[in-house]
């Protein structure tokens, strides 16, 4: 927290008004984005202290445990804050570079006219018997009325996971390129935007060398977003807040959406075999027709 503060400070004249994102592997510096900081309600005096000097600065924590980033081991080489002597540094090993990713963080100056899509998974007994469903609701339904699926007896991370994968054959088959998705899942959200570029370096294995979960429904995922040249932006939204707001109202509604299509929708299943593909990077052209648009209640969206 020290660190953060001391480099706000520091570098303050550069960032003038711009908006502080922290990019760390450091748990506790997400406090910065906790409740307690914006109601004010913080006992310590030391960090109400660090706090008071943050005043006027945008500033936004992500967490990601990366411990392969050599950025991060770099700097954790050096710990020495005496004086503004340089400090020789050990030679921290390089990782080679990740591949691209298509998956950004929200951003609300780009996402405004952006079609969007707020979704949803669960997992549940049902008179004794596993049940999994998956809601999708498209906001102003752009392009197509909401919808639920029936998943089957699957655990409450695959159903989150089909559910965003429903949701790209369904973008793909309208011909988008730009999506906002909004999930009140970390497990979710993280997976895309902070896991898949390693876990697709390592061969689909954990920092912990163990097999990803799931991985057919990611790498269908990424094959999906490759082939499509898609860009996909992720909002995080409270989940059964029961409280006022539209994320909340929709992201509720898409709840009860993932809830009845684990009892009453269409059976859905993933792609058997994940599509091999050749990327080649080109730049975007607006298409010259409009792919015919498949049924809403079809399951029948596969690669």
């Known amino acids: 927290m020290l660190c953060t503060v001391w480099a706000i400070q520091r570098f303050s004249n550069y960032i003038g008004a711009q908006k502080v994102i922290i990019e760390t592997c450091h748990q506790p510096v997400t406090f910065l984005n906790s409740q307690r900081i914006r109601d004010s309600v913080v006992t310590n005096t030391r960090i109400a202290t660090w ?10 924590a992500r967490y ?6 050599a950025l991060g081991n770099g700097l954790a080489a050096c710990q020495s804050c005496s004086d503004d002597t340089p400090t020789v540094i050990a030679q921290a090993e390089t990782s080679p570079d990740l591949p691209l990713t298509c998956h950004r ?16 998974g669960c997992s549940y007994n049902h008179e004794g018997i596993l049940k999994a469903g998956a809601g999708i609701l498209w906001l102003n339904d752009r392009p197509c009325p909401p919808q639920h699926f029936k998943l089957g007896p699957q655990s409450s991370q695959y159903a989150e996971i089909a559910a965003i994968l429903i949701t790209l054959q369904i973008a793909s088959a309208h011909n988008i390129r730009d999506l906002l998705i909004c ?22 294995k954990t920092a912990n060398n163990k097999p990803v979960k799931h991985q057919h429904l990611f790498q269908t995922c990424d094959d999906l977003t490759s082939k499509h040249d898609m860009i996909i932006y992720w909002k995080k939204v409270k989940g059964h807040s029961k409280q006022p707001g539209t994320d909340e109202d929709l992201n509720d509604q898409t709840d009860a959406h993932a809830k009845a299509g684990a009892l009453h929708g269409e059976l859905w299943s993933p792609p ?21 648009a498949t049924n809403a209640g079809s399951s029948n969206l596969h690669e």
């Open 64 to 69: 990601a445990q990366n411990y392969k980033s």
């Open 183 to 204: 999930t009140d899942s970390n497990y979710a959200r993280l997976s895309f935007t902070c896991h898949l570029p390693n876990w697709k370096q390592n061969g689909f």
């Open 105 to 120: 963080y929200f951003e609300e100056s780009v996402c405004q006219s952006m079609p969007t899509a707020y979704v949803d």
């Open 272 to 292: 058997t075999h994940p599509p091999t593909i050749t990327i080649t990077r080109s730049k975007r052209t607006q298409p010259t027709t409009i792919p015919t």
């Open 51 to 60: 706090l008071m000097a943050l005043q006027g600065h945008n500033v936004e």
